[in-house]
């Protein structure tokens, strides 16, 4: 029998006093899920089409038909923005590779296993949550941010782990284009001599947005948008929590100072450090 062993973090928000922990930790991983070399491949990958109008506007979200309340949804509603959206990816994410629990594999936490027997329940509690997160998402309402950008990543970003953040900072993934439904957009990324797309989900709450790197879930980045800019940092204490004990990790100091912008306009001004 198939066992699959995530690594976790004790919480789904970093805010102590926001969401409380999940059932099994707050992030299942991507080293199990994305081999080297397909990260590699992924990263290599085409030119982008002509730059177009970047819009962002606000929005209050559409109104949604549910049951959704309690404590939960309370708590949803007063958190930091950043921290919704840093839950609400985090269970999507975790119901996604609840496929494997149903297929026949026994997934690993420190709290309980996960097989054919009990993935039912698990899988009703967390789309439970995600549906209250969704409720909350829509009252407190979210940028749109579709368009087409350029990115910039900051000299900082060199000692950062992360094929995608290295890919910008080269400007082989320069350009990319965001299209949005709701509260979940999606970017779409392409190197300069390839023709796949790179697909990077993200998601708004207000003015944040919560994504992964595309290579390993667990590497976390949380954003703000600006005007007509959105900046993105990794999500340090996420990203040490989750990191597997058998890596190195990062420095903290290198993730701290490591900053992306998407920009509109071929020609953004260089991070001044």
Request: glycine letters at 6%.
């Amino acid at each position: 029998m198939i066992q699959i062993r995530l690594w976790i973090a004790p919480a789904v928000a970093s805010n102590r006093d926001s969401i409380e922990p999940l059932p099994f930790g707050s992030a299942v991983t991507g080293w199990l899920l994305k081999p080297f070399a397909v990260i590699m491949t992924s990263l290599l990958i085409g030119c982008a089409s002509a730059p177009i109008a970047t819009r962002i506007n606000d929005s209050k979200g559409a109104e949604t038909q549910t049951s959704a309340s309690g404590p939960l949804l309370e708590r949803a509603l007063h958190i930091p923005a950043a921290d919704l959206a840093s839950s609400y990816f985090t269970v999507k994410v975790r119901i996604d590779m609840l496929q494997f629990a149903e297929q026949g594999a026994v997934v690993k936490t420190p709290e309980r296993s996960i097989d054919k027997n009990n993935v039912k329940d698990v899988k009703a509690e967390l789309e439970d949550r995600l549906s209250t997160y969704e409720t909350a998402i829509n009252q407190r309402g979210y940028k749109f941010i579709a368009g087409t950008y350029f990115s910039n990543a900051s000299a900082s970003c060199a000692n950062v782990p992360s094929l995608w953040v290295r890919g910008m900072l080269m400007g082989e993934l320069s350009t990319l284009n965001i299209t949005q439904h709701g509260f979940i957009a999606n970017i779409a990324q392409r190197a300069k001599h390839k023709s796949s797309t790179l697909k990077i989900p993200a998601i708004i709450v207000e003015s944040s947005l919560a994504l992964a790197d595309p290579g390993n879930s667990d590497f976390r980045f949380r954003g703000e948008v600006t005007g007509d800019e959105i900046t993105l940092r990794p999500d340090v204490n996420e990203i040490l929590a989750t990191w597997p004990s058998w890596m190195r990790p990062p420095s903290r100091a290198d993730l701290s100072s490591c900053r992306i912008l998407f920009a509109p306009g071929q020609s953004i001004v260089p991070f001044s450090r």
